[in-house]
């Protein structure tokens, strides 16, 4: 019988378990799953998606997934925060939690019977990319889960799970004049006692300087080595095949037209089929990747905009940011040519406004898009093996480290011109840096 080996705090072997052991994501998981109220954040390309699914697929009790936005909510299966608590757009500015509350109940509108009815409900509550949610529509949200629920603790005894990160897209404003109002700013925040795991490890670059140059570029802080590193990927002609990102809608859809008319044959115009209310069609055809009328020919750049696994096997067919050739359209299927050189025949996917309502709207369509550009809050979630960036207009705090961080690699990212200057949110910053020590490890 081999002996039981005693290992004691200051053993090599003792230090090395504990290190493999109290990992960030083991930290999460631990805490998720003892129910304690939770945000776990990080850089781009740290994994924190991959942690929330796993988080939810071994969660036993019933996880409620929401986010900000309907293209957020739609990359993570869920639905909008505002729709999930039936609180419609939040309260307006000045009036009271109370005031909006009476006003709710008072609207007779079913959507909000029944966002009510979720949040009485609701054993876990994840809220995706955070930082795009207003400071004070959560504290309106903590407010619904009281007062519903009859417990007057955070959030009515609900365990809430937060993932994102505040140095990338910030929360909504209505005028440029506004300060953001960030949800670790509300009193709402430090009532939930949030435990914070600061996922470290960079999975999606794995090359040592350019991951201490996005590292900086989070943080403003683009001079030195760092600097260097990136004016050496300005490119004045890259490939036109190439996927670019651009701040704004105009710029995207001007140049896949262009792209799209410079190829012979003639051009295939494919619509979704949609059905249900117009309210949820509506949603439906603002958020998703895919667009309603999909316009293609032979030898178009695509993006695939779903994951989707082989028949009768865990294989992946193709997943969501993958790129292809278009190879041939017909009314049922469009073959592609992936990057790898696999011919695939692509059907059409369906969506549905609410994946438990076979009543709610539905959209089927291929799910495909057009990608030689896209706007960087789009390509959010996204990782591009090589993009060519303009983000000269980028106004917005962490706007343009999303767009440099969605780059696999350092040979892959390309800019158009160089940039006079990276805007930060020195408040996200100050969050990050009075984090404990321990959040980090």
Not at 76 to 81: K, S
Not at 193 to 198: A, C, E, S
Not at 203 to 218: I, M, S, T, Y
């Amino acid at each position: 019988m081999n002996p039981v080996q005693t290992l004691l705090p200051d053993d090599a072997a003792y230090k090395s378990l504990a290190a493999a052991v109290l990992t960030p994501e083991n930290l999460f998981h631990a805490s998720a799953k003892a129910g304690g109220n939770v945000f776990l954040t990080g850089a781009g390309g740290t994994g924190k998606s991959t942690q929330l699914r796993a988080f939810i697929a071994e969660c036993p009790r019933r996880v409620s997934v929401t986010a900000p936005t309907g293209v957020a909510a739609l990359n993570v299966g869920g639905m909008t925060i505002h729709r999930f608590c039936g609180m419609l757009i939040g309260p307006a500015a000045g009036q009271s939690n109370e005031d909006y509350f009476n006003q709710l109940q008072r609207d007779p509108r079913r959507s909000i019977l029944a966002g009510f009815n979720r949040v009485r409900r609701c054993e876990v509550l994840v809220i995706d990319e955070i930082s795009m949610l207003p400071g004070r529509q959560f504290e309106f949200v903590e407010f619904l889960f009281r007062r519903l629920r009859g417990r007057d603790v955070p959030f009515g005894g609900c365990q809430v799970i937060a993932t994102g990160d505040f140095l990338q897209l910030p929360p909504v404003r209505k005028s440029e004049t506004e300060r953001y109002d960030w949800a670790f700013q509300s009193p709402a925040w430090a009532a939930a006692g949030f435990r914070t795991f600061v996922l470290e490890r960079v999975r999606r670059q794995d090359e040592p300087g350019f991951v201490r140059a996005l590292a900086d570029f989070r943080i403003g802080r683009v001079w030195g080595d760092s600097a260097r590193l990136l004016q050496s990927r300005v490119r004045s002609n890259p490939p036109a095949a190439m996927t670019r990102l651009f701040t704004h809608n105009v710029q995207v859809d001007k140049w896949n037209h262009f792209q799209l008319s410079d190829l012979p044959g003639d051009e295939s115009v494919l619509e979704a089929v949609q059905t249900g209310p117009d309210h949820q069609r509506e949603f439906l055809t603002k958020n998703l990747l895919t667009p309603q009328t999909l316009q293609v020919k032979p030898g178009a750049l695509v993006m695939f905009t779903v994951n989707k696994t082989e028949p009768g096997s865990q294989n992946p067919l193709f997943v969501n940011g993958q790129l292809g050739t278009v190879l041939d359209v017909r009314p049922d299927t469009v073959l592609v040519k992936a990057k790898t050189g696999a011919e695939i025949r692509v059907e059409r996917f369906t969506w549905r406004f609410d994946s438990q309502d076979e009543d709610s709207a539905s959209f089927s369509q291929f799910p495909l898009r057009l990608a030689w550009a896209m706007t960087i809050h789009k390509a959010q979630g996204l990782t591009l093996d090589a993009a060519f960036l303009d983000i000269r207009a980028a106004r917005e705090p962490g706007q343009a480290y999303v767009a440099v961080s969605r780059v696999r690699s350092l040979a892959g990212l390309n800019f158009k011109e160089w940039f006079k200057g990276v805007h930060v949110s020195p408040e996200a910053i100050e969050f990050y840096q009075s984090l404990p020590d321990g959040s980090k490890n």
